[in-house]
């Protein structure tokens, strides 16, 4: 088995045990190097598996200490998709990309045409992740005026789920939200993509 699908594996496995009543909220997990020998692995894996449980916000603790298990991340309420996030940002990935069919569409330009790009993850104030916003936009970055928002879900890719620590596959909210001038001309797209099991939408009428 791949290591990338040993530890997500194993990651999901004790979030199964701390859903059982293995181990209580506060309670301290054994150690990296105890769990790999438990699962017959490397302690590296295990490293990486507390890792991802922590960015989830399943287990609390710093680097090379014990880690315990974590309230559960409170569930957040979206009303407003325009809004500026209010907590920390991390920009993962600033590389123009060219428009597919689907992007060209939403931006009223021709595909394969170069759009700029940006990636961002919202962080909680606890530090985990908790929205992963991809934009694109052609040119310069422009004031709009409005927005239109469409609401769906999507099975997680590679590099969500890795970001949100979740499994690919895993099925999120997909926000597609599209910036207009007074006019109604497309001026940004982007995808807000959300953890299901972490946000309730709710979006007023327009």
């Given at each position: 088995m791949p290591a990338d699908a040993?530890?997500?594996?194993?990651?999901?496995?004790?979030?199964?045990?701390?859903?059982?009543?293995?181990?209580?909220?506060?309670?301290?997990?054994?150690?990296?190097?105890?769990?790999?020998?438990?699962?017959?692995?490397?302690?590296?894996?295990?490293?990486?598996?507390?890792?991802?449980?922590?960015?989830?916000?399943?287990?609390?603790?710093?680097?090379?200490?014990?880690?315990?298990?974590?309230?559960?991340?409170?569930?957040?309420?979206?009303?407003?998709?325009?809004?500026?996030?209010?907590?920390?940002?991390?920009?993962?990935?600033?590389?123009?990309?060219?428009?597919?069919?689907?992007?060209?569409?939403?931006?009223?330009?021709?595909?394969?045409?170069?759009?700029?790009?940006?990636?961002?993850?919202?962080?909680?104030?606890?530090?985990?992740s908790a929205m992963i916003v991809?934009?694109?936009?052609?040119?310069?970055?422009?004031?709009?005026?409005?927005?239109?928002?469409?609401?769906?879900?999507?099975?997680?890719?590679?590099?969500?789920?890795?970001?949100?620590?979740?499994?690919?596959?895993?099925?999120?909210?997909?926000?597609?939200?599209?910036?207009?001038?007074?006019?109604?001309?497309?001026?940004?797209?982007?995808?807000?993509?959300?953890?299901?099991?972490?946000?309730?939408?709710?979006?007023?009428?327009?």
């Amino acid at each position: 088995m791949p290591a990338d699908a040993r530890y997500r594996r194993i990651a999901a496995d004790i979030r199964r045990r701390i859903k059982a009543g293995e181990w209580q909220i506060g309670e301290a997990l054994p150690s990296r190097t105890e769990m790999a020998a438990r699962y017959g692995v490397h302690p590296q894996t295990l490293r990486l598996t507390y890792d991802l449980l922590r960015r989830t916000g399943v287990l609390d603790g710093e680097e090379r200490q014990h880690v315990t298990v974590a309230h559960p991340p409170a569930m957040r309420t979206l009303t407003d998709a325009d809004a500026e996030w209010p907590y920390t940002t991390e920009t993962t990935d600033t590389r123009p990309r060219t428009a597919t069919a689907e992007l060209a569409q939403r931006l009223g330009v021709r595909a394969g045409v170069m759009l700029q790009h940006e990636t961002v993850e919202c962080l909680d104030p606890g530090g985990h992740s908790a929205m992963i916003v991809s934009s694109w936009w052609r040119g310069r970055r422009r004031p709009h005026a409005r927005c239109v928002v469409e609401l769906g879900t999507v099975p997680l890719g590679v590099d969500e789920a890795h970001a949100l620590g979740l499994l690919v596959d895993t099925l999120a909210y997909r926000l597609v939200r599209t910036r207009l001038d007074a006019s109604g001309v497309p001026l940004e797209t982007a995808d807000l993509v959300l953890p299901v099991d972490r946000w309730l939408v709710r979006l007023a009428a327009g």
